[in-house]
C-alpha cells in the first residue's frame, strides 16, 4: 500500500535535505546486488532520522536490523565526536557492503557490527542508549522492546519502522500472519507504555517515534 502519491513523494524528496553522494552509491550497489533491495530506508526518511539524530546528539546508539547499512549511516551523522553506534544483523554476509560504506562515509571507526540474535546480545552489553532504531523482525518487536528498555535511561528516544505494515494494520488480520498480529500489539503497547511518550508518524511505512520518561 503507498500511503502518498509518488508525486507528492517526490515532491517531499526535492523539498528536503539532499541525500549525500555515499547513500546514493550505496542504494545503487544494494540494488544491484542485494536481494530485497526494497528494504533500504531511502533518501526522506533517511534524512529524517539523520536530523532526529542530529537533535538528539547521542553518544550511544543501537540499531536493530542493519541491511546494507544506509539507516546506519544516517544515524551516525548525529553522533557526538567521541560516540558510537552499535548495529546488529543475523545476516553475515552483508559485513563487506555494510563496512565498505561505513568507512567511505567517514563514520567507520564509530560503527560497531555485531552479527547474531539481537534478543541475546543487546542483554550483554553494558550501555545505556540513547537513541535505538528498531528495525529487524517484525515478529519480534515487542521481545526488542523488553530487551532495550532496560538499556535506555530518562529522555532516551527509540525509533520503530514499519509499524503501518504496508496497511495490513488496518484490514482484518490472517490467522497465520504472526507479524501484523505482533506489530497490532507493539503499537497498542508503545502508546500505552507507562515508561514512554509516543507518537505514531506516517512517513514511509510508519515510523513511531518513543521518548522514554
Known amino acids: 500500500m503507498h500511503f502518498l502519491s509518488p508525486v507528492l513523494e517526490n515532491y517531499i524528496a526535492h523539498n528536503s535535505e539532499e541525500e549525500p553522494d555515499v547513500l546514493k552509491e550505496l542504494t545503487h550497489e544494494t540494488h544491484l546486488k542485494v536481494i530485497q533491495p526494497r528494504m533500504l530506508t531511502g533518501h526522506f526518511q533517511g534524512r529524517v532520522l539523520s536530523l532526529l539524530s542530529k537533535i ?17 549511516i544516517c544515524l551516525a551523522e548525529g553522533l557526538q565526536k567521541e560516540g558510537i553506534l552499535h548495529t546488529i544483523d543475523v545476516n553475515a554476509e552483508l559485513h563487506p557492503i555494510q563496512r565498505k560504506y561505513f568507512d567511505k562515509s567517514g563514520f ?4 560497531i557490527q555485531h ?22 523482525e517484525k515478529k ?54 507507562p515508561k514512554l511518550e509516543t507518537v505514531l508518524l506516517p512517513i514511509r511505512d510508519g515510523l513511531t517515534l518513543s521518548r522514554v520518561k
Open 108 to 111: 567507520g571507526p564509530q560503527v
Open 115 to 136: 552479527t547474531g540474535n539481537a534478543l541475546e546480545l543487546i542483554p550483554q552489553m553494558n550501555i545505556v542508549f540513547d537513541l535505538v532504531f528498531i528495525d529487524a
Open 56 to 72: 538528539t546528539n547521542p553518544k550511544y546508539i543501537l540499531e536493530i536490523g542493519t541491511y546494507t547499512g544506509y539507516s546506519a
Open 140 to 193: 519480534e518487536y515487542t521481545n526488542y522492546l523488553e530487551v532495550v528498555l532496560p538499556k535506555t535511561k530518562s529522555g532516551s528516544i527509540i525509533l520503530s519502522d514499519n509499524v503501518l505494515w504496508s496497511g495490513k494494520v488496518l484490514e482484518p488480520v490472517n490467522p497465520k500472519d504472526k507479524a501484523t498480529k505482533v506489530l497490532l500489539e507493539y503499537n497498542k503497547k508503545l502508546k500505552e507504555h
